[in-house]
């Protein structure tokens, strides 16, 4: 298991575009890799990114201000999933901007919009799984600490045919664990730490810390701090072929 703690990297937010991004895991590429990639892009008032395409599969997390992607709102706490060579958007903020994680288990070559000439000739086969989950409210403090069982449910549901793809939220009380999701028969997951703390190896991951757990990995247990904590779990679909090859050369 991989982990990193935000607090270490949100000084090194930089200017990009109109807008403001912090990598967390990986870093700016122009070509495809194995290696995680995740990082916080915070878009300016009113900012828009036109529809467009990746050639990984990722997730994002939309975790303050307020927009919309597509035809949905996007506040905090919502996620959004999209296969590979899979269009989406156009992603524009509201009045006071919109910030959001995106996630993925190998580093992308950067977007495709779908407006480039002839994009559909940069398309691969793809299940063109595009969703969006249910709206995350976080605890008040006292009422996260006092939780008295672990609380776990689905906010984007596993379809059939989805190979596994699901987000669930974990919510324990303060001093609380409880293991996490098989990561067996998955694409491997992130565990987005959105309140309180996870305690991993004797460090208190605190908003918005990222552990990410592949897909061989043993199931990890979640010990949540003295506060509490909350925690999404966004869990890949197991990789296709086009997943599994992409940087092996």
């Not at 060579?85 to 580093?107: C, W």
């Not at 995350?136 to 596994?164: F, N, Q």
């Not at 991993?200 to 003295?226: N, T």
Request: glycine share 8%; proline share 5%.
């Amino acid at each position: 298991m991989q982990a990193i703690h935000y607090a270490e990297k949100e000084p090194d937010r930089f200017k990009r575009g109109r807008g403001w991004k912090v990598n967390l895991f990986g870093q700016n590429s122009d070509v495809p890799a194995k290696d995680l990639q995740a990082f916080r892009i915070d878009m300016s008032a009113n900012m828009q990114l036109d529809g467009h395409f990746h050639i990984v599969d990722q997730f994002q997390i939309f975790i303050a201000g307020s927009g919309t992607i597509g035809r949905h709102n996007a506040s905090m706490v919502t996620a959004h999933y999209a296969d590979h060579h899979t269009g989406y958007g156009p992603l524009i903020a509201g009045d006071q901007g919109m910030s959001y994680l995106t996630l993925r288990s190998k580093t992308d070559a950067g977007l495709v919009k779908l407006s480039t000439p002839n994009v559909r000739e940069q398309l691969k086969p793809t299940k063109r799984r595009h969703r969006v989950s249910s709206h995350v409210v976080l605890s008040i403090p006292p009422v996260l600490a006092h939780i008295e069982a672990p609380i776990i449910h689905t906010v984007m549901e596993e379809k059939d045919g989805d190979d596994g793809m699901t987000v669930k939220v974990v919510r324990l009380g303060a001093n609380m664990e409880t293991s996490a999701p098989a990561p067996a028969n998955t694409g491997g997951y992130y565990i987005i730490v959105m309140n309180g703390s996870i305690v991993h190896q004797g460090d208190a991951y605190e908003p918005w810390s990222l552990l990410w757990v592949c897909h061989d990995d043993e199931a990890p247990m979640l010990r949540s701090g003295e506060k509490g904590a909350e925690v999404m779990i966004s869990v890949f679909p197991y990789w296709d072929e086009w997943m599994r090859n992409l940087g092996e050369e």
